[in-house]
Nanobody, 123 residues
């Protein structure tokens, strides 16, 4: 499966952005989908994950309550709605797909990765 992330940009602190990740292939609805981010000089960080139906989600502690992951299987797309953005949210955000059934915050669990989209939050 191929993944294409989009929607990044420059936003002021307190603002919002919605990232999208479009997937190719007819088996999108079977994948667990995740979002990760990497800030300059830092390790990759788990942001959010969603199961195949959208009925189960998980979030990293630093974004819980501000970010929402969702998916539209008819459109082969997963979204990340980011509200109340902070300068520390500045990073390259990447989407990933896993063939397993459980949610996981571990990057190694995911089989497919898209290229990242840059999110920059100014103070």
């Amino acid at each position: 499966v191929q993944l294409q992330a989009s929607g990044g940009g420059l936003v002021q602190a307190g603002g919002s952005l919605r990232l999208s990740c479009a997937a190719s292939g007819r088996t999108f609805s079977t994948y667990v989908m995740g979002w990760f981010r990497r800030a300059p000089g830092k390790e990759r960080e788990f942001v959010a994950a969603i199961n195949w139906s959208g009925g189960s989600t998980d979030y990293g502690a630093s974004v819980r309550g501000r970010f929402t992951i969702s998916r539209d299987n008819a459109k082969n797309t997963v979204y990340l709605q980011m509200n109340n953005l902070k300068p520390e949210d500045t990073a390259v955000y990447s989407c990933a797909a896993a063939t397993g059934y459980a949610l996981s915050p571990k990057a190694g669990y995911y089989n497919y990765w898209g290229q990242g989209t840059q999110v920059t939050v100014s103070s």
